[in-house]
C-alpha cells in the first residue's frame, strides 16, 4: 500500500519541464498545424474558382461561335463545333449539355439524354438572360448555365448551354498535397521537439543549479551560497532562502546561546553552594553565628536556583505555538495598587519613593497572573536598579483603543548601546550588579513574550546616569 501511495505521488510531481515542453509545442506547432489546414482549404478553393473562371470563359467562347454559326439551327452543319465542345467537357471533367427553346437537349457530350427535356430553374432563369455559376459543395461538383442568342436578333435567347464538372479530381490532389505536407509535418514536429526539449533544458539549467545548492543545505550546509542571478525568479527565491537561512542560523546560534546561558546561570549558584558546603565541611570547632551565616548564603542560592528555573518555565510556557491565556475582564487599576503594595516594602529598604498616578479608571480584557507578572517585572527592575534615596512613578491611562502603563525612574539608566539587547534572555547590561540583587536575566525577556502576547508592545527610552522609562501598550479588548 505504501509502495503504491508512493508511486501515485511520484506520478503526480511532475517536472517543470513537462508544462514548458508543452507550452513550447503549443506555441510552435499549433500555429503551424492551422496554417497548414487553412492553406490546403485556401489551394483547393482557389483551383475550384479558377477552373469554374476557367470553364466559364470557354463555353462563353462556345456559345459566341454557336451564335456565329447558327449551332441551334444548323447543327448537323458544324461538327467542328460538336469536336470543340467535347473536348472541353473532357478538359473540366465534365459534360455539356445544348438545349433549344424548346427545353429540348439537343446536344450532350455523354450521348445520354439527347432528345430528352430539361426543365430546371437554371435553364430557365438563362432562357431569361441570366447567366449562372454555382457550386456543389457536397457533391463535389460545379455547374454553369449560359443563354445562346440568335444570330438574327441578339436579343432573343434561342438555347441554353449547360456545363457540369466535377471538382472530385481537385479533392485527390489535396488529399495527396495534405498527405504529403503530414509527413512534413511529422518530420517537423519531431524536429520542433528535439528543439523545444533543448531549449527547456536549458532554461531550466538556473533551477536545477538552485536545486543541487538547496540539496547540500539539506544535508546541513547552512553556510552553502546559494545565489543563482540567472533569472528574477530565482534570484527571489534565492534572496528568499537566503535570507531563512540567516534567520535560522540565529535561532541555532540564539538557541546555542541559551543553552549555555542556562548551564552557566544554573551552574553558578550550585558552585556557589558547592564552595560554602565545602568550606563548612572544612571547619572544625566553628562558631553557630558563622555556621548559620553560611546556611543563610546556601538558602539564598537556593531561591536563586529556584527563581532562574520558575522564570526559565515561564519562558518555555510562553514559547508554546499556542500558549494559553486566561483572558478575563480586569481592573488595571486595582492590579496596580496590588503590584505596589507588594512592592513598597522591598522599595523602603532603599528609601525609593513608589508612586502611582492613575488618569482614569481602567478595565480591559487580559491574563491578570502573566500580566501582573509582566508588571512585577518592570517596577521590580526599576526599584532594582535605582540609586538610593530615588523615586519610581507608575503612569496608568488610557484611550478609546488602548491602554498605557510607563514605568519611569532616576536610576543608573542603559546606554544606547546596550538598549536594543535589554529584552533579550540571559543579557545583563551590569552583570556583577544583576547577581548582586538577584536578577537571573529572563525578567525583560518575560515581560516582553507577556505583552506581545497580549497583542500589545513596550518600548525602552533610558539615557545613562538619569533614569529609564518603559511604556508597555495593550488592547483594552482581546481579540484571539
Known amino acids: ?115 430528352k427535356t430539361s426543365v430546371v430553374e437554371e435553364v430557365l432563369r438563362s432562357f431569361e438572360g441570366e447567366t449562372i455559376n454555382r457550386r456543389n459543395k457536397e457533391k463535389d461538383y460545379f455547374y454553369l448555365t449560359l443563354p445562346v442568342y440568335s444570330k438574327a436578333d441578339s436579343q432573343k435567347v434561342e438555347g441554353v448551354l449547360l456545363m457540369t464538372a466535377s471538382t472530385e479530381s481537385m479533392a485527390l490532389l489535396e488529399s495527396q498535397v495534405m498527405h504529403k505536407a503530414g509527413f512534413l509535418q511529422f518530420v517537423l514536429f519531431l524536429f520542433v521537439a528535439v528543439i523545444d526539449l533543448l531549449a527547456a533544458s536549458f532554461l531550466m539549467k538556473p533551477f536545477k543549479k538552485l536545486q543541487e545548492r538547496l540539496n547540500m543545505v539539506s544535508e546541513g550546509n547552512l553556510d552553502q551560497d546559494i545565489q543563482v542571478d540567472d533569472y528574477k525568479e530565482t534570484r527571489g527565491i534565492s534572496n528568499a532562502v537566503s535570507q531563512t537561512l540567516r534567520k535560522l542560523k540565529a535561532v541555532d546560534q540564539s538557541r546555542q546561546e541559551f543553552v549555555s546561558n542556562v548551564s552557566h546561570e544554573l551552574k553558578t549558584p550550585i558552585t556557589s553552594i558547592r564552595v560554602l558546603a565545602d568550606s563548612l565541611m572544612g571547619m572544625e570547632d566553628a562558631p553557630v553565628e558563622l555556621y548559620r551565616e553560611f546556611m543563610v548564603d546556601i538558602s539564598d542560592e537556593i531561591d536563586r536556583e529556584g527563581k532562574i528555573i520558575d522564570d526559565l518555565l515561564s519562558l518555555v510556557k510562553m514559547d508554546k505555538s499556542s500558549p494559553d491565556l486566561n483572558i478575563t475582564s480586569v481592573s488595571i487599576n486595582a492590579l496596580m495598587e496590588q503590584i505596589l503594595k507588594r512592592l513598597r516594602p522591598i522599595a523602603k529598604k532603599r528609601n525609593i519613593e513608589l508612586v502611582f498616578e492613575s488618569q482614569r479608571e481602567v478595565t480591559a480584557d487580559v491574563d491578570e497572573v502573566k500580566l501582573s507578572l509582566a508588571l512585577s517585572n518592570l517596577v521590580e527592575n526599576a526599584v532594582k536598579y535605582n540609586h538610593e534615596d530615588g523615586w519610581v512613578h507608575v503612569v496608568l491611562d488610557a484611550d478609546h483603543k488602548f491602554f498605557y502603563v510607563k514605568v519611569i525612574d532616576n536610576g543608573v539608566g542603559i546606554a544606547p548601546e546596550f538598549q536594543e539587547h535589554v529584552f533579550e534572555r540571559f543579557y545583563r547590561v551590569d552583570k556583577a550588579r544583576s547577581r548582586e540583587t538577584g536578577g537571573t536575566g529572563l525578567g525583560l525577556a518575560i515581560t516582553r513574550n507577556i505583552v506581545i502576547l497580549h497583542q500589545g508592545a513596550i518600548k525602552l527610552q533610558s539615557k545613562e546616569g538619569e533614569g529609564t522609562t518603559f511604556t508597555v501598550r495593550i488592547p483594552l479588548n482581546y481579540i484571539p
Open 1 to 115: 500500500m505504501k509502495k503504491l501511495i508512493k508511486k501515485i505521488r511520484f506520478r503526480r510531481c511532475l517536472s517543470m519541464k513537462v508544462p514548458l515542453l508543452f507550452c513550447f509545442l503549443l506555441v510552435t506547432l499549433v500555429p503551424l498545424l492551422v496554417q497548414a489546414r487553412f492553406l490546403a482549404g485556401f489551394f483547393r478553393q482557389s483551383q475550384i474558382e479558377d477552373s469554374m473562371i476557367e470553364a466559364q470563359s470557354k463555353c462563353l467562347m462556345l456559345t459566341n461561335k454557336m451564335i456565329t454559326l447558327d449551332y441551334i439551327n444548323n447543327m448537323s452543319n458544324n461538327p467542328g463545333l460538336d469536336a470543340e465542345m467535347n473536348v472541353t467537357a473532357d478538359l473540366f471533367n465534365g459534360r455539356i449539355v445544348v438545349i433549344d427553346s424548346s427545353f429540348k437537349i439537343i446536344k450532350d457530350t455523354f450521348e445520354l439524354t439527347k432528345g
